[in-house]
C-alpha cells in the first residue's frame, strides 16, 4: 500500500469513526425530580473527585463542563454540569478500559426540562440499556443543566465525561464528544482541594489523528 492510499484509507476511518456514533431510540429511564441544590465544586478532592473544562471552573457561579463523582458506601454519586444546549453523559469503569459495555449516565437538555438515560458504551457508541438507580435530580435553566445521579455502582477506577447534540423530540442523542477524565483512586480528603482535581484532556479524535500522523511517518 503506498502513503496516499494509506492516508486516505486512514481519513475514511477517522471520518467513519467520528460519523459511528450517533444514536437513536433512547427511553426514559426516569424523570428527574428537581435539584434544589447547585452542583458547585466546594468539598473537591475532600469528599468527592472533580473535574472540569475548563479546569477550576465552579459551574455554580461559571458556565462550564463540570463533573465530580463522590463515593458512598451504596454506590457513587454523580454530579453533571453543563451548556444546557446538549447533553452531559459520563461512563465509569472500573477496570480503566472504555468501549467495552460501560455504564453511562446521561442528562439531557430539552427546552426547559431534563432528560436522564442510561446505556452501554459500545466502542464509541450508546447501546441504550434501562439501568436503574436509586434517583436523579435535574434542573435546566436555559443556560446550564445539572443532575445529581445517585447510583449503586461501588467499584470504579476512571470516569470519562462527554457531550453532544440532543434533539428532546426525538430522543435522539448525537455523537460522543470527549470532555475530560476523572481519576476516582487517590485517597481523598486533601484539605488543599477546595477546586477541581486532576482533569486528563485530550479529544478522541486528536488521539486518532496523532496515531494516524504516527503511522503515516513510521511509513514513510
Ligand atoms: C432530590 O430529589 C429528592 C426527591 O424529590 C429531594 O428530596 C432532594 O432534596 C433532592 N436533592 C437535591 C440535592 O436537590
Ligand atoms: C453553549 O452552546 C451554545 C450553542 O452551541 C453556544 O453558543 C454557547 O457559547 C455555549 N456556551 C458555553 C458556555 O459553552
Ligand atoms: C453489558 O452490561 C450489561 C449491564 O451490566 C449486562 O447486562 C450485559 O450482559 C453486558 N454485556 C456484555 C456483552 O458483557
Ligand atoms: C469495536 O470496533 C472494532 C473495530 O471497528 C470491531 O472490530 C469490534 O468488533 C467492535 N467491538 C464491539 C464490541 O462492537
Ligand atoms: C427503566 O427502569 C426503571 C427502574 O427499574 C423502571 O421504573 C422504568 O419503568 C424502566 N423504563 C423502561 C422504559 O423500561
Ligand atoms: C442514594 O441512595 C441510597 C440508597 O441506594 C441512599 O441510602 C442514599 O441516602 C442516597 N444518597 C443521596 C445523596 O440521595
Ligand atoms: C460540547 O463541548 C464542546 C467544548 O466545550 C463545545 O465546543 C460543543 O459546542 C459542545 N457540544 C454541544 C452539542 O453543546
Ligand atoms: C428534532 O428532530 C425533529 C424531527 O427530525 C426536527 O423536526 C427538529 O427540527 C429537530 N430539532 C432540533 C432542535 O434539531
Ligand atoms: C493533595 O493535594 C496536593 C496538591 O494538589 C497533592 O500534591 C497531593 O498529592 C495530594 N495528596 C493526596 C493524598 O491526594
Ligand atoms: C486534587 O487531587 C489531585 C490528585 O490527588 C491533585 O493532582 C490535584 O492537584 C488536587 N487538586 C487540588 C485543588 O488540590
Redesign the pocket.
Known amino acids: 500500500m503506498n502513503t496516499r492510499v494509506l492516508v486516505t484509507v486512514l481519513f475514511m476511518v477517522i471520518v467513519a469513526v467520528n460519523k459511528a456514533t450517533a444514536t437513536t431510540g433512547f427511553?426514559?429511564?426516569?424523570t428527574p425530580t428537581p435539584l434544589n441544590v447547585a452542583v458547585s465544586n466546594q468539598k473537591c478532592n475532600m469528599t468527592k473527585y472533580c473535574g472540569s473544562l475548563p479546569s477550576s471552573c465552579n459551574p455554580s457561579s461559571q458556565s462550564c463542563y463540570f463533573a465530580s463523582a463522590q463515593p458512598d458506601a451504596a454506590g457513587f454519586l454523580f454530579e453533571l454540569s453543563g451548556n444546557a444546549t446538549g447533553y452531559i453523559a459520563a461512563t465509569v469503569t472500573s477496570n480503566s478500559a472504555f468501549g467495552k459495555n460501560e455504564t453511562t449516565y446521561i442528562c439531557a437538555s430539552g427546552s426547559s426540562t431534563v432528560d436522564f438515560y442510561t446505556a452501554l458504551l459500545n466502542n464509541i457508541t450508546l447501546i441504550p440499556a434501562?439501568?436503574?438507580v436509586p434517583s436523579v435530580n435535574g434542573t435546566n435553566n436555559g443556560i446550564i443543566t445539572q443532575c445529581l445521579i445517585n447510583t449503586t455502582i461501588i467499584s470504579a477506577t476512571l470516569v470519562n465525561i462527554y457531550n453532544g447534540s440532543y434533539n428532546s423530540t426525538t430522543r435522539d442523542l448525537g455523537n460522543l464528544n470527549f470532555l475530560f477524565q476523572i481519576n476516582v483512586t487517590p485517597p481523598l480528603g486533601n484539605s488543599t482541594g477546595s477546586n477541581d482535581g486532576i482533569t486528563i484532556q485530550h479529544s478522541m479524535t486528536q488521539a486518532l489523528l496523532i496515531t494516524a500522523g504516527v503511522l503515516v511517518l513510521a511509513l514513510m
Open positions: 427511553i426514559m429511564n426516569q434501562n439501568m436503574s
